[in-house]
T-cell receptor, first 110, second 114 residues
Framework: KNEVEQSPQNLTAQEGEFITINCSYS?????LHWLQQHPGGGIVSLFMLSSGKKKHGRLIATINIQEKHSSLHITASHPRDSAVYICAAGVGGGADGLTFGKGTHLIIQP | KAGVTQTPRYLIKTRGQQVTLSCSPISGHRSVSWYQQTPGQGLQFLFEYFSETQRNKGNFPGRFSGRQFSNSRSEMNVSTLELGDSALYLC?????????????FGEGSRLTVL
């Protein structure tokens, strides 16, 4: 059974700071998703990773398959980045679908 | 391209009743997956349907069931509702399976059980 741990649970930072959110999982996976959820809003998929690194605007996601660890970075953070960030791991061919982390509640203060 | 549509958006039921939720995926997507989100447990995977077949199932009792139609629209059903079933139910569509494809989420159906 895959277990997914996210850290930190809560993070408050000043506008412009570099943000890092971490995600660790316990078994080998085929894909890892990073999701964003605004208060009262729906969920948006930011990245899906199976290896290496992806970048989209100010967001960067990396994954280290050997260490079973992924990070989401936000450069030049902005108050509109305030949201809950959730990682989800999927085991290839497994019957368990996706396993989710508990989420990181990020607040960027102006 | 239309997004993922979930209906109804809000509903209130009483214990013992049953409920059916609907999800229309993005055109061309064959995978529809369902999730339950609660403040205590966070997001949990319910099941995934791909081309009308259930591919994966999470750790939920048999009261939770689903199906997918030939046009990829999916429904999930919860029978004999309990207070603990109160949650936001989300569906996501994907061109490929949840383990290999990008997910596109609907706005969710918020269920309150009284």
């Amino acid at each position: 059974k895959n277990e997914v741990e996210q850290s930190p649970q809560n993070l408050t930072a000043q506008e412009g700071e570099f943000i890092t959110i971490n995600c660790s999982y316990s078994v080998g996976i085929s894909a890892l998703h990073w999701l964003q959820q605004h208060p009262g809003g729906g969920i948006v998929s930011l990245f899906m990773l199976s290896s290496g690194k992806k970048k989209h605007g100010r967001l960067i996601a990396t994954i280290n398959i050997q260490e079973k660890h992924s990070s989401l970075h936000i450069t030049a953070s902005h108050p509109r980045d305030s949201a809950v960030y959730i990682c989800a791991a999927g085991v290839g061919g497994g019957a368990d679908g996706l396993t989710f982390g508990k989420g990181t509640h990020l607040i960027i203060q102006p | 391209k239309a997004g993922v549509t979930q209906t109804p958006r809000y509903l209130i039921k009483t214990r013992g009743q049953q409920v059916t939720l609907s999800c229309s995926p993005i055109s061309g997507h064959r995978s529809v997956s369902w999730y339950q989100q609660t403040p205590g447990q966070g997001l949990q995977f319910l099941f995934e349907y791909f081309s009308e077949t259930q591919r994966n199932k999470g750790n939920f009792p048999g009261r939770f069931s689903g199906r997918q139609f030939s046009n990829s629209r999916s429904e999930m059903n919860v029978s004999t509702l309990e207070l603990g079933d109160s949650a936001l139910y989300l569906c996501a569509s994907s061109a490929n399976a949840v383990n290999t494809g990008e997910l596109f989420f609907g706005e969710g159906s918020r269920l309150t059980v009284l």
